[in-house]
């Protein structure tokens, strides 16, 4: 009896997400609900939130203004130049050129992102998914510039949110608002669509084996290939086109990524993620501490 | 008069595509016709063939039969099995996994892939752009693999010929047979419609400044990013996807290049240049010496 007790107070036994602890991937059902209580009241429709928990996503063609997006470009400017900012740990700057490539908590950074994460379009669509209220567990803006854009390789967030964060459910939405146009062919956006009702669990560090996890440390969080391949086939993988003011909405366990970008075209998105109020992140599942504040909040004062 | 009579000798001077000779990057324009002849009998039909005039390309959605797209992989996969090939000098593997990239001159090569080029359907398309008996300037099978395919960056085909190769006019096409599937995500071929009307000369290396032209070396024969900010404004990118066995012939000049392809899906393409037996190669115009036969080949003898 004692040695099943310990079983059952284990972490381990009680997490129903593990990931970076095994030397094998594995393929594991979500445990969760997609759009949580009866998605009532709410910006969005019944048919695009019925898209949404089959698909893991939902497109909001204009939900910017032109106006609202030329608002938002020029604070995008204006951030992008400000040198006091660019010395903040929260801006990230190219090592070669010191152009900015993404600015953290930009909703504490700007008034007018600020407004927006507040906005009914927007936070009223997460919490209408989520039901309930909810906080912002991340936001950022991103400048992805043309000619040389990196590809980003597939991977859900939740995985990292629930091994760094310790986000324990999935209970998470992101949005990102384009505010340049996303076209076939400068690394917009990729989703399989289907591909939030599979966990991934990642093949981790294996402590007693220093020599072989170093070299592999690329792979950490990143899915293997095998169950890639079994998700593309079952669900095939949409790309994300529009004009600049229009957005996506994804489950936090979108199986998701980006090709790099040679064309002329830069990309630039605002990006927030809403958790659920609870749904609020304890320890990391599978990391000796969490990420910085202002990669992963844990300020969890509801968006008014 | 001798002063006159040395410019109009020295073979600068008659060098209507200069490249890789300045400092200063150069929009120049086509001094070539790119339908040769009257284009009378061939394959193609007269809207084809117009908007190869225009455009700088066209498709053949089924080439290939099915049953031939199977050989076709079938011999590919005989190739990149075959360990005394492997060591050939026209096998490109690489570096890390030793898994085989591309094979050069497989028309000499492969019996299947000599037929396959003095096919009707094939050749016959060459001559009838090209308005003269064909030889193959180069041929090669690429495999690009699925998950870290990498990019090709812009480039148009003839600034290299011309430089390295010593192909003296814009004379020449290109034709790639998809032996998988193109899609709109694993990397296909992208190119600027109507970029093949215009030369952009590009910035080379300047003998008396070794040290800042070595550090740029990559920069060799690649278009300068204000050039392809023009080209695109003015062309648009077009992505070409099809099923396997589609093609697509492109006029030499055509800015082309690929996005990398993190998708489980590979990309395998046999590549032929057809070159006018009226337009052999002579010394490079940019180059100290000319590439290796099975890249640039100084056979001229027609396709049968």
Same mark, same amino acid.
């Given at each position: 009896m004692t040695v099943l007790n310990e079983k059952l107070d284990s972490s381990a036994a009680f997490d129903d997400y593990p990931t970076r602890k095994s030397t094998e991937p594995a393929l594991l059902y979500r445990r969760?609900? +997609? +759009?949580?209580?009866?998605?009532?009241?709410?910006?969005?429709d019944a048919a695009d939130l019925s898209g949404f928990e089959e698909k893991g996503f939902l497109t +909001?063609?204009?939900?910017?203004t032109p106006g609202e997006v030329a608002e938002c470009a020029a604070e995008l400017d204006r951030l992008a130049s400000d040198e006091t900012l660019k010395r903040d740990e929260r801006t990230v700057v190219e090592?070669? &050129?010191?152009? +900015?490539?993404s600015i953290f908590e930009v909703h504490k950074i700007s008034e007018l992102f600020a407004k927006l994460v507040a906005d009914p379009r927007v936070v009223g669509r997460a919490r209408q998914i989520l039901g309930s209220d909810v906080y912002v567990h991340q936001s950022r803006v991103n400048y992805k510039p043309g000619f040389r854009g990196k590809d980003f390789y597939w991977h859900s967030d939740f995985e990292t949110w629930h091994a760094e964060?310790? #986000?324990?459910? #999935?209970r998470a939405v992101s949005i990102s608002i384009g505010l340049t146009p996303n076209y076939l062919y400068n690394g917009s956006l990729m989703i399989m669509p289907?591909?939030?009702?599979?966990?991934? &669990?990642c093949v981790g560090e294996t402590p007693e084996d220093h020599y072989r996890s170093s070299l592999k440390a690329?792979?950490?969080?990143t899915p293997d290939e095998g169950s890639l391949t079994i998700l593309a086939e079952r669900h095939g993988i949409e790309l994300f086109t529009g004009p600049a003011g229009s957005a996506t909405m994804f489950d936090c366990n979108c199986m998701h990524g980006s090709s790099g970008n040679i064309s002329p075209y830069p990309r630039s998105n605002v990006f927030v993620v809403f958790n659920s109020v609870e749904n609020t992140c304890v320890e990391?599942?599978?990391?000796p501490r969490r990420r910085p504040e202002f990669i992963a909040a844990t300020d969890f004062t509801p968006v008014a």
């Open positions: 969760d609900p +997609v +759009v949580w209580g009866d998605g009532g009241a709410g910006p969005i +909001v063609p204009e939900l910017l090592k070669d &050129s010191d152009e +900015v490539r964060d310790g #986000m324990p459910r #999935m289907g591909s939030h009702k599979t966990f991934v &669990s690329q792979e950490i969080g990391p599942f599978s990391a």
